[in-house]
């Protein structure tokens, strides 16, 4: 019986270092695998429902007396200073289990690329960056879940401090960087371009509303020539183009145009808060509400789905306390989650990520802490919808 039980342990200590020297886990297959015939939609049908690692890797410190500034220090300059400056704790591979064990199939990871790069015009992005976050994209694609990378409010500072050509030269310089260092990867890794800004311009600066849209579409443009450009798998990679402020109606208008590729069927297009005019107006959960998802789901349906463009809507609501309709016909906010869930994943078939950041009172939509989701109806609406 000893020889037996020696005999296992070995082979579990032989099969736990294979897995480690191949970059996977357990049961997750080959983190750098690209599957043949791979289009956008099958991968949208795959991705089910997401969560943000919100206020985490986009955070950066915004010093009043440098708002210019696209590199600036945190603490002793840590990643883990930048990591946790907007309160977050430092992220572990048990929050990330904690996510694929709750039904999130995918993760969005934000990142300021500024934190740490040299103030020297160069837009280099830093390595102990690159390192760190694809310590925390390695934990989630060995998970089995799909990961989207994008460039979050560092698009913001370049458009709007810099003229146009500069921003679009430093949009590409950055994104050069971080499609070499991860062309490696597999295709659960998934680049989305840019957050909210795009059709802001440079401050003191008021183009026309046709300049701006031109200026939109050129920087997810960049972008896509620029992933595809460094080879290796990005060649064939899933990207995200990011809309017109993420706004639906912006996003679905003419002036909107989707980048061109040099390989079919591998574009989805990013849009943020299907119900947002609802949540500021305090008006969730009423009949009002429900009609304006209906036909907010009906434009991106109409401009991008029924051509084949899956939608990956970046963020969505995790709470709405507060936010409630008076005659709310949908009751609590959990009620109204799941409706929307449902409208957006079964009748239309996006893909939606829940906005989510650490809450050191326990009050988030994920508890990073104890590694689960924190209420319990919300835990099942992720599990049937997923």
């Known amino acids: 019986m000893k020889k037996i039980c020696k005999i296992l342990a070995v082979f579990l200590v032989v099969t736990s270092l294979l897995a480690s020297l191949s970059g996977c886990s357990s049961g997750s297959g080959d ?38 500034g696209f590199s600036q ?21 048990e929050m990330i289990d904690g996510m694929r064990d709750s039904g999130f199939k995918t993760v969005r990871i934000p990142v300021f690329w500024g934190n740490g790069m040299p103030d020297d015009g160069t837009f280099t992005v830093s390595k102990k960056l690159l390192k760190r976050v694809e310590e925390v994209v390695k934990w989630v694609l060995e998970d089995g879940m799909y990961c989207v990378v994008n460039m979050h409010h560092y698009d913001e500072r370049l458009i709007m401090f810099l003229d146009r050509e500069q921003a679009v030269n430093a949009a590409k310089t950055v994104w050069e960087q971080v499609a070499e260092h991860f062309k490696d990867y597999g295709d659960h890794l998934i680049f989305e371009g840019y957050n909210e800004y795009l059709g802001g311009a440079k401050n003191g600066t008021n183009p026309s509303d046709a300049e701006k849209f031109d200026y939109c579409n050129e920087m997810n443009q960049v972008f896509v020539d620029a992933v595809r450009a460094s080879g290796g798998n990005n060649s064939e990679r899933i990207l995200i183009a990011s809309g017109y402020n993420t706004n639906i109606d912006k996003t679905t208008s003419a002036g909107f145009k989707m980048p061109t590729d040099t390989v079919k069927d591998r574009l989805m297009v990013s849009v943020h808060y299907i119900d947002n005019n609802m949540y500021w107006s305090k008006q969730i959960g009423s009949e009002a509400w429900h009609d304006y998802t209906i036909s907010q789901c009906e434009l991106l ?47 239309y078939g996006f ?19 104890e590694c689960k989701i924190s209420d319990s109806e919300n835990a099942e609406t992720v599990r049937k919808f997923g």
Not at 312 to 329: I, P, Q
Not at 351 to 369: C, E, I, K, N, Q
């Open 31 to 68: 983190i750098y695998e690209m599957r043949e015939n791979l289009s956008a939609k099958k991968v949208a049908n795959e991705m089910g429902i997401g969560i943000n690692l919100g206020n985490t890797f986009e955070a950066y410190f915004n010093d009043d007396t440098n708002m210019c």
């Open 301 to 347: 349906k109409n401009r991008f789905t029924a051509e084949g463009i899956p939608v990956f809507v970046g963020e969505t609501t995790a709470g709405y306390d507060g936010c409630m309709a008076g005659n709310s016909a949908y009751g609590s906010s959990q009620d109204c989650i799941r409706e929307l869930i449902s409208i957006a994943v079964d009748d």
């Open 73 to 93: 220090v945190v603490g002793d300059g840590k990643m883990s200073d930048y990591e946790t400056c907007w309160g977050a704790v430092e992220t572990t591979r």
């Open 351 to 369: 893909v939606p990520a829940f906005w989510d950041t650490h809450h050191s009172d326990g009050g988030a939509f994920y508890d990073r802490l």
